[in-house]
């Protein structure tokens, strides 16, 4: 698995969380680092031509997604963003 496939993956909403996590483990790099290597490659790919607007909304979107789950927040020590609003009036 390389970067490549993993943003192909993850731009048809096929990219599991586990296989996200045991790629960057397996590229020894931490949460933070892979969701920094992850969004630099896609907006490079975008910028230069090799990803179209739907391809890079698909991959943004599910980056969001994970950047929000209690996989990433978990590993950065947050707290769940679902969590901390409920902390809010009227949540």
């Known amino acids: 698995m390389n970067l ?3 943003l192909n ?5 096929e990219l599991s969380y586990s296989t996200a996590v045991d790629f ?3 590229q020894n ?3 933070v680092d892979f969701v920094n290597s992850f969004a630099i ?6 910028q230069d031509g090799r990803y179209n607007f739907e391809f ?3 991959a943004a979107n599910w980056l969001f997604d994970f950047m929000t789950d209690d996989v990433f927040l978990s590993s950065n020590n ?3 963003t679902i969590t901390s609003l409920r902390c ?3 949540l």
């Open 78 to 80: 947050n707290t769940s």
């Open 29 to 31: 790099l931490s949460l």
């Open 9 to 13: 993956q993850a731009s048809e909403y």
């Open 88 to 90: 809010l009036p009227g």
């Open 56 to 58: 890079s909304d698909g």
């Open 4 to 6: 490549d496939k993993i």
């Open 41 to 46: 490659a896609l907006a490079k790919g975008y």
């Open 24 to 26: 960057a483990s397996s």
